[in-house]
């Protein structure tokens, strides 16, 4: 799902921002380096929270996901890749 890139001889992740993701039919926060979930969720706006927390904690982008699994919507809470379109914060 997410792939690894190398930088000095090691490889290492790109990013490992949290991914609200359905599972089952329950919600996961799922970071993109791991495998587990970080915590499993009744509805997505649980999982949104709880994934905002790790965002915000860490500096990182929060991918929500629609029940399809396509990206419905991210939050940067840490270096902007696109600070002048991100409006809604």
Sequence with gaps: M??????GGKAYMAN??????P????WAVVREN????????D???QAIDAGRRI??????ELFIHRPNGQIRDR???????C???DKKH
Excluded at 2 to 7: D, N, R, V, Y
């Design 2 to 7: 997410f792939e690894s890139l190398k930088k």
């Design 16 to 21: 490992n921002n949290p991914h609200v993701v």
């Design 23 to 26: 599972r089952g039919d329950d």
């Design 34 to 41: 791991g495998d587990r979930a970080s915590s499993l969720h």
């Design 43 to 45: 509805t997505q706006a």
């Design 55 to 60: 965002a915000q904690r860490d500096n990182l």
């Design 75 to 81: 939050d940067s809470y840490g270096k902007d890749p």
């Design 83 to 85: 600070p002048p379109r």
